[in-house]
């Protein structure tokens, strides 16, 4: 009775032994298998409304396009396309597709699932020819504020190829680049925008950008750029930035006089010196150049008829006049109450000192007189 029960219980074993052995692949057969190559290509590309990454060029109209189709000898593609104003490249059998909004990389993947309907595998690659120019927003301490069309200069001779997984378009690295020309930055957009002006803050620059993965504005210190030749903080501007200038809180004459010979200040200001000087009159003269400075260049004070003692009126931005009276001494270096530096459109008065007002109110009264006694002395004779 127990070799029975022993031999029903080797069975039952064995059983469930060769059970367990044919159930591991058809488990096995249920999970899924990674995707191909092929299929990860295959998979359609981001849709436009889909915020990019910030290193990658994002297409729009006026792109000029060199699209390549390889081992397919039926397929005729034109030398290059431009992207139309509503975003969409004509291509031959698939017609009209939307490439605004996508890289080039996403552009590639959506002509190949496009071409996909009528070739097996395509291989299809995107390339930039000629970049379209750049609308771009300025506010806030620059000279003319507002919005501005910069063009980018980047024209290659060969299409950047997608192929690689880095694209270097924004740095102006890309091959063929003839022209040797390279993407606009900040410092670019401001000088469109005629410069910085005296009280801009030029630590504290942010770029509000259409599209960015950043919710916040990005910020640019070009006082790092102009003092320790960082050029990372000369950033890449994109179509549809607006660029806002601050106005700094305080201002540090030392610094000032190194930011007014840089690249991105006004190349000249305009100040009128009128009164008591050589030649009085508008002054063309360096951004922040010293009270003392401009009045030097309108030929220095009149020999014995000016007060030392000038008048500084200030057109304000908000549309208000500030007047002061400031004590020259043309031996003084550049300071706030003493020297101060001047802005665009400031006139400076020079005033008669107490001597020429006599003089002159004298020369008023006896001028008449004189003509008299010169009559009294021709008839005399």
């Given at each position: ?34 995707p191909t190559v092929e299929q990860q290509d295959a998979s359609p590309p981001q849709s436009s409304g889909a ?218 200001i305009k100040v009128n010196v009128v009164g008591e000087v050589s030649t009085p009159g508008a002054v063309a ?55 101060p530096p001047l802005r665009n459109n400031d006139v400076v008065v020079v005033n008669r000192n107490a001597i ?26």
């Amino acid at each position: 009775m127990m070799k029975g029960t022993n031999r029903l219980t080797a069975r039952l074993l064995l059983l469930v032994l060769i059970a367990e052995c044919y159930s591991l692949p058809a488990f096995a057969q249920t999970s899924p298998l990674p995707p191909t190559v092929e299929q990860q290509d295959a998979s359609p590309p981001q849709s436009s409304g889909a915020r990019q990454p910030e290193s990658a060029y994002i297409l729009g109209a006026g792109d000029l396009l060199k699209i390549d189709s390889y081992d397919t000898p039926d397929l005729v593609l034109e030398t290059r396309y431009s992207v139309l104003p509503d975003g969409s490249v004509n291509l031959p059998w698939v017609g009209s597709l939307p490439v605004a909004g996508l890289t080039l990389k996403q552009a590639s993947d959506r002509l190949k699932t496009a071409y996909g309907k009528f070739i097996k595998n395509p291989t299809v690659t995107v390339g930039l020819i000629a970049a379209r120019t750049l609308k771009i927003g300025v506010i806030g301490e620059v000279t003319r504020p507002g919005s501005y069309i910069i063009a980018s200069n980047l024209v290659s001779s060969s299409a950047v190829s997608t192929t690689g997984t880095t694209q270097n378009i924004l740095t102006g690295q890309q091959g063929g680049n003839e022209s040797g020309s390279q993407w606009p930055t900040v410092s670019k957009a401001i000088q469109a925008a005629g410069g910085i002006t005296e009280q801009a803050d030029i630590r504290q620059i942010q770029i509000r950008r259409q599209g960015s993965l950043e919710t916040e504005p990005l910020t640019v210190n070009l006082w790092a750029f102009l003092s320790a030749g960082d050029l990372t903080q000369d950033v890449q501007v994109r179509d549809g930035d607006t660029i806002v200038i601050p106005k700094a809180t305080s201002v540090d004459t030392a610094e000032a006089l190194q930011v007014a010979s840089s690249n991105f200040s006004p190349d000249a200001i305009k100040v009128n010196v009128v009164g008591e000087v050589s030649t009085p009159g508008a002054v063309a003269v360096k951004p922040n150049t010293t009270l003392n400075q401009a009045i030097l260049a309108a030929g220095g004070f009149k020999g014995g008829r000016a007060k030392k003692a000038v008048e500084l009126i200030r057109l304000n931005p908000d549309g208000t006049v500030s007047r002061r009276t400031i004590a020259v001494n043309l031996s003084q270096n550049l300071d706030e109450k003493s020297n101060p530096p001047l802005r665009n459109n400031d006139v400076v008065v020079v005033n008669r000192n107490a001597i020429a007002q006599i003089g002159d109110t004298v020369g008023t009264f006896l001028g008449p007189l004189t003509g008299v006694l010169g009559l009294f002395t021709i008839f005399g004779r």
